[in-house]
């Protein structure tokens, strides 16, 4: 059939190199530093016709080629098949993660506990000993703001400005943002700093990223901030509200996206131990969710490792380096 090509994509073709060797051709870190290197431009980069004709290729005879691309083909699925497992094992291992911290900070640690009925429907049993508190009793909800952009006064400060986009749940602690604002940025809108320790919430777009504040922060109005004002472990909240996504999703609203508003955050139910039990409880959770990442983390580096592996076995196979009976 005829095909119908954007101007952003040159096509080339030849009829004295196999189909699955140009594809390995192409598909190699050398091929892909040298289009990158005579790329030009400032907003968007772009690779001439001309300077991809000069790219220089090993092109052995066709049963050679042939060779080489049923070579590569076994070896790189054997490569993507231990990379898929890897993926999978880390997205079982995420999912355990999430079971064991929503059945810490639901159930407690004590098995033989006697439990009571919470009547929320997502959460069931509770230890029979601990409260149920509106979020409102234990945090003040501080809102964020963004400066006017255009003017530089408010910028480039040494106060953390965070948005959505700076953090995820599993980093635990905010300790840098990608944008930093000056006192008078603050001062100009509807932004506030709180005290480190603070839980940071994101309201929309989407909502129930959370995370704890390393330093002193303000944010943009996607984030909202939760100050405890009464004696309690942050870090067990943290834990708390970090597998309540889906619920604090239920109390969006909005039609072009989803917004958590100041009124219904504050009216979110929370679970409330004992201090002492909720500080045993985030340690555990320290201890457990420690274990895991750094299984997940091996796992990331494997895979990382495999694929410059296969990065390289393609070059050197293309490239002649490497011979392929």
Known sequence: PNTVYSYHVIRYRSNNIDFKYKKYICNNYYVQNYFSSRATGTVRQTLSRNDFKTLPIV????????????????????IDDVIKAKEKTNELLKEERQSIIYEAVTKGLDKNAPLK?????????????????????????INGATPKSGNAEYWDGEIMWITPAD????????????????????????????????????NR???????????????????????????LSSLFYYYYLSVMESPLNMLGKGTTFLELSSE?????????????????????LDKKCAEIDDVIKANNTLIEK??????SIIYEAVTGKKEVC
Do not use: H, M
């Open 59 to 78: 092109l052995p005879p066709d049963p050679q080629q042939q060779r080489i691309a049923d070579y590569l083909d076994k070896k790189c699925a054997e």
């Open 167 to 202: 953090y995820n749940t599993e980093d635990k602690f905010i300790l840098y943002s990608k944008r930093y604002i000056t006192k008078e940025g603050v001062n100009s809108c509807g932004t506030s700093i709180v005290p480190e320790g603070s839980i940071i919430i994101s």
């Open 264 to 284: 219904e955050l504050k009216e979110f139910r929370l679970l409330f131990p004992s201090i002492s039990e909720q500080q045993q409880i985030a340690e555990y």
């Open 117 to 141: 009925d919470s009547g929320i429907e997502w959460i069931g049993q509770i230890p029979e000993r601990w409260e149920l508190i509106k979020l409102k009793y234990l945090f003040s909800v």
């Open 306 to 311: 495999l694929r410059e592996y296969k990065k």
């Open 205 to 231: 777009a989407p909502i129930g990223l959370i995370s704890l504040a390393g330093k002193k922060l303000c944010t943009n109005q996607g984030c909202k901030s939760l100050v405890k004002n009464v004696e």
